[in-house]
């Protein structure tokens, strides 16, 4: 067990004896686990205030592999990628707060309002056929979908939930660490056409099952059986409420399984973030529109694809694809207006095509459908910010992000959030949120730049030029992510040119 606070290295109990240059290391490594690190930011992480030679990396480094030893497999923990860097190749779970003042982490609890609330854990795949977890994955998240639509509990996003896909947990830890007192966890298992669909709802404050289902069908009826499940969750959580609403009946076609089944591969790809899983999920999902039109969820997630692709700066035609984005998300508004994740596709969208105000308008309406959707909140802080009112998208930001701690595309968020302190003039506030961009993130060149504003705004140039030589190892995707805020907010984007030139960036 690494302890972050104390920067110790335990093992039963006791401190393992390790140099602070190895510590550091490690340190890093396990803050990024599974992403590459360039040997240069390891240099940074542990020789920041020093110039020292390549080989010093090496030899820390190598004494780290001897004192962890080899994986259960007979692999390293430290793996090399050649000629870029290393990566930590293990699992790496989360007991406590990293530092003072982060957010809630997989050991903290999120510190939210009174109220029931639930996670739902990705459904286990039950069979020999891996190549079907992506039907586990989907009905869990069409679960999640559906329990966003009651107002009166609070539901814990996917990215979060997601968290603990192929791990082995207690409902009392999941409660503890994403703060809930309701845990729904299940399986699926299919064969050819036939489904099975196990269920069950944990109180996790006492560990005692209030509810459990089995569903068995064919594979067109997988829509009925998730509406179904949420009904009953809810009804299970809050007995004596009256409930002034029942879950709406979402506007879908009669079930073309074979559409709705590109949809699930295409969400599986899709939250596997990079530039091939991206385009792979876009083709996935326009055929999925292909063969079933009607079909709100194939939309949607067209809409949400191809703003992701032009965000991360993938794309060779922007302006065309947002174009493809913001016709299926306002489709799929239209063939679903009760589900928020259909406004939500628009609002991303439209931030994308230079439209913040109707970007605005279809997060609020994502919230007034329910008001504990993460990503509605972040899309009203995202176009708040686009639109030019930084100091108003920090509060939907900020909640946005505490209602889903976990979520892998949370550096997005941070980037975002950090954006809006540094234009509101909150450089220290801007500084903090950048760092944990940076700590949950990849290697994405829009973090850096904006971290090195925040260090020129705050009279830190050496760590501003730190900064820089990162971004000029990072490759230059073919877009910018910042486009459109830029475009929205000249002189926004001239207050940026200027940091980075005094941070030594030359365009």
Not at 84 to 102: C, P, Q
Not at 221 to 250: K, N, Y
Request: aromatic share 8%.
């Amino acid at each position: 067990m690494f302890d972050v606070p104390r920067r110790a290295l335990v093992r039963e109990g006791r401190p393992v004896a390790v140099g602070q240059k190895g510590l550091a290391l490690l340190q890093a490594l396990l803050e990024a686990p599974t992403q590459v690190l360039s040997k240069t930011m390891l240099m940074e992480a542990a020789w920041s205030d020093t110039v020292v030679e390549e080989s010093n990396l090496s030899v820390q480094i190598a004494a780290l592999r001897k004192l962890l030893g080899p994986q259960p497999d007979g692999s390293q923990w430290i793996a090399t990628v050649p000629r870029t860097g290393y990566r930590f190749a293990g699992s790496v779970r989360v007991l406590n707060a990293v530092a003072d003042g982060a957010l809630p982490s997989p050991g903290q609890p999120a510190s939210l309002p009174e109220r029931p609330s639930i996670a739902v854990l990705p459904f286990a795949n039950v069979g020999d056929d891996k190549q079907q977890a992506y039907l586990a994955d989907g009905i869990t998240e069409d679960i999640i979908t559906a329990l966003t639509r009651f107002r009166w509990f609070r539901v814990i996003g996917h990215g979060s939930s997601f968290v603990y896909k192929d791990k082995s947990v207690d409902s009392k830890q999941v409660a503890r660490e994403l703060g809930v007192r309701y845990v729904l966890e299940g399986s699926v298992r299919r064969s050819g056409q036939h489904i099975r669909v196990s269920a069950q709802l944990v109180d996790a404050a006492s560990a005692n099952q209030i509810w459990a289902e089995r569903y068995e069908m064919e594979i067109t009826e997988v829509f009925a059986v998730q509406d179904a499940i949420a009904e009953r969750v809810a009804g299970a959580i809050e007995p004596e409420l009256l409930r002034t609403e029942s879950l709406p009946a979402t506007a879908r076609s009669s079930g073309n399984a074979t559409a709705w089944d590109l949809v699930r591969q295409g969400t599986w790809h899709f939250h596997h973030v990079g530039r091939q899983t991206h385009l792979r999920a876009r083709g996935l999902f326009r055929e999925a529109c292909r063969l079933d039109p009607e079909l709100a969820e194939a939309h949607l997630w067209l809409g949400r694809v191809s703003a992701g692709i032009v965000a991360y700066g993938w794309s060779d035609k922007p302006a065309q694809d947002i174009r493809e984005g913001l016709d299926a998300a306002l489709k799929a508004v239209r063939l679903d207006e009760k589900n928020p994740y259909s406004h939500y596709a628009l609002a991303i969208c439209s931030t994308y095509a230079n439209a913040p105000e109707q970007a605005v308008l279809a997060a609020e309406t994502a919230i007034e459908i329910s008001p504990s959707f993460a990503l509605g909140h972040l899309a009203m802080g995202m176009g708040q910010l686009f639109r030019g009112s930084a100091s108003e998208a920090i509060a939907p930001l900020e909640h946005g992000l505490l209602l889903n701690p976990h979520d892998p595309q949370n550096f997005v968020w941070f980037n975002i959030l950090a954006l809006a302190y540094l234009f509101a003039g909150q450089a220290n506030e801007a500084l903090a949120a950048a760092i944990k961009a940076r700590k949950v993130g990849p290697a994405w060149r829009p973090i850096y730049e904006t971290l090195a504003c925040c260090y020129v705004s705050l009279g830190r140039l050496p760590e501003a030029g730190s900064c820089v030589e990162l971004m000029r190892e990072i490759e230059n995707p073919s877009g910018d992510a910042l486009g459109p805020l830029r475009l929205r907010n000249p002189h926004w984007a001239d207050e940026m040119a200027h940091l980075l030139r005094k941070a030594g960036w030359q365009r």
